[in-house]
């Protein structure tokens, strides 16, 4: 089992700039989340999907971030436009059911200039 | 205004020594209690859970243990080694439709040779 797949595994960019970060889970999970971990604030949880479907998102910042799972292999995080404040590392996971252990992918380190 | 990261605890053990991490939650609900280890530059990697009926649980060099009464979480890692070092962190999750893995600050352990 590959585990869970995150792309890129860096990225830096400009102020003002669109972003995306994809997240491939573990086959046959039919959970998907996204964390942001920073020095400020920890691990935090951002929006997760079941079965392809937005369950929580009330952890999403603000209206520049956006998430989608258009099927169950793929998930992308987007911010739109970039802020240096939106600097961390975001981390993917996935899990099989309500009570199976969650499953991180190596995270993507997001630098804002 | 200046900035103020998080402040982990970190805890010094000399190898071979046990080690012993702590961790308090606040969610009397919770019944599923996970415990993951985050080396530098990776995700955060499943060690061990226990679910809120039981008390103790063990694996490999690793117990632990949980007093619902004071709502506490302990990892016991027997015969610590340099490769044990890294962030530890413990989650919890409650029950319900919208229950979602609920993050520690962590607490850093450093084997020292």
């Known amino acids: 089992d590959a585990g869970v797949i995150q792309s890129p595994r860096h990225e830096v960019t400009e102020m003002g700039q669109e972003v995306t970060l994809r997240c491939k889970p573990i086959s046959g999970h039919d959970y998907l989340f996204w964390y942001r971990q920073t020095m400020m604030r920890g691990l935090e949880l951002l929006i997760y999907f079941n079965n392809n479907v937005p369950i929580d998102d009330s952890g999403m910042p603000e209206d520049r971030f956006s998430a989608k799972m258009p099927n169950a292999s793929f998930s992308t995080l987007k911010i739109q436009p970039s802020e240096p404040r939106d600097s961390a590392v975001y981390f993917c996971?996935?899990?099989?059911?309500?009570?199976?252990?969650?499953?991180f992918g190596p995270g993507t380190r997001l630098t804002v200039l | 205004g200046e900035s103020v990261g998080l402040h982990l605890p970190t805890l010094s053990v000399q190898e071979g020594d046990n080690s012993i991490i702590n961790c308090a939650y606040s969610n009397s609900a919770s019944d599923y209690f996970i415990w993951y280890k985050q080396e530098s530059g990776k995700g955060p990697q499943f060690i061990i859970d226990i679910r809120s009926n039981m008390d103790k649980r063990q694996g490999q060099r690793v117990t632990v243990l949980l007093n619902k009464t004071v709502k506490h979480l302990s990892l016991q890692i027997a015969a610590t080694q340099p490769g044990d070092s890294a962030v530890y962190f413990c989650?919890?999750?409650?029950?319900?439709?919208?229950?979602?893995?609920?993050f520690g600050t962590g607490t850093r352990l450093q084997v020292t040779l």
């Open positions: 996971a996935s899990k099989r059911g309500v009570t199976d252990t969650q499953y």
């Open positions: 989650a919890d999750w409650g029950t319900g439709t919208a229950s979602k893995l609920t």
